[in-house]
């Protein structure tokens, strides 16, 4: 029996990925117009529906919200009993509904033209009396729900909540919005937290580090052992063992490089590295550090006591960062 159920989900899982691709290749020029209607709005995204469709109206709503869209859910029978009141000229409608017929959606059409809002409908009939009446659609059609009876809500609201997630990711790609923008946005979020905390406090304080002259094996080793995917380099001093001044860093694609480039690997790391390296002081926060790597699509830098230093105190790491659980 349990071998059964494990099958039995599995076939769901891959029904819906069938019926999701089908979505996904179907999307046309209308997704760009909708992307670029949402964009140069100039109010608020409204988002309605009812139901099922309506908590992932919900959803879709509050991403946009957290991601740098200004966007409300309002339910439609809640619209036309007063909440229309916090809808003006300037924001767009979204309205979801599958079939596309749902009375209650309908009903909010023509006072929504009166406000003066430009319409969006994402629903699973391109053909029905809401795609009809609105500006612009968004087709989330499947050809048959998860559900064996085929009626309860399965791999159609998956496909509006996809739909909605490919809204909010070019959207966030348009307004270029960031890790420092998601922090604000979620002061009360745990990762919103640490965003907001120093560089200082979630550093690693053990710096890999080699000398150029270091042999390739032993720089692995370097960076194996802290398991960061990096190393720093120096060049080594005249005065004992101690290293001098920092000349640059090694990541794993610069050692994947170095493996094709070499057919004999008995290099140093003077031949590995890539000169320069990018810091951050300990008192900026994270989220400076974030957009510091986003600039330069790096997933590390070097910690210095401030900006000006030169003396590398810790390690920040973007995985560290994310990784918030």
């Given amino acids: 029996m349990e071998n059964s159920t494990i099958d039995r989900a599995k076939e ?79 924001d767009v409608a979204l309205l979801v509904s599958n079939s596309g017929a749902t009375n209650e959606i309908l009903a909010v059409i023509d006072p929504l033209r009166q406000l003066g809002c430009k319409l ?9 009396p809401l795609a009809q009446r609105c500006d612009l659609v968004l087709s989330v059609h499947v050809d048959k729900e998860a559900c064996p009876l085929g009626l309860a809500p399965t791999t159609s609201t998956t496909a509006t909540l996809l739909m909605g997630d490919a809204l909010m990711v070019c959207l966030m790609e348009k307004r270029h919005f960031r ?36 042999p390739f094996r032993e720089l692995v080793c370097e960076m194996t052992r802290h398991h960061l995917g990096m190393t720093m380099v120096y060049q080594p001093s005249v005065i004992g063992n101690q290293p001098s ?22 290099i140093t790391a003077a ?21 510091v790597m986003d600039r330069y699509n790096i997933t590390t830098l070097a910690v210095t006591e401030t900006q000006d230093s030169d003396e590398i105190i810790g390690i920040i790491s973007i995985h560290h960062i994310i990784d918030f659980a």
């Fill in 12 to 90: 769901i899982f891959e029904q819906e990925i069938s019926e999701l691709t089908k979505v996904s290749a179907n999307i046309d020029e209308h997704f760009s117009l909708v992307v670029d209607t949402l964009y140069a709005c100039k109010g608020k995204i409204v988002v309605m529906g009812i139901g099922k469709t309506g908590l992932v109206g919900r959803k879709i709503a509050s991403s946009f919200a957290s991601t740098g869209t200004p966007a409300v859910f309002v339910n439609a029978v809640e619209a036309v009993h007063g909440d229309l009141g916090v809808i003006t000229a300037d």
């Fill in 120 to 128: 969006i409908a994402m629903t699973g009939d391109k053909q029905s």
């Fill in 179 to 214: 890790a420092e923008n998601f922090a604000v946005y979620h002061p009360g979020g745990a990762l919103g937290r640490k965003l907001l905390g120093r560089v200082e406090n979630y550093m690693y304080p053990s710096v890999p580090h080699v000398m150029t002259d270091t």
């Fill in 245 to 266: 001044a920092c000349v640059g860093i090694i990541t794993d694609g610069d050692l994947r490089r170095a493996i094709q480039k070499y057919d004999d690997l008995h």
């Fill in 271 to 291: 031949d590995v590295m890539t000169k320069g390296y990018k810091h951050i002081s300990k008192d900026a926060l994270l989220s400076e550090a974030l957009a």
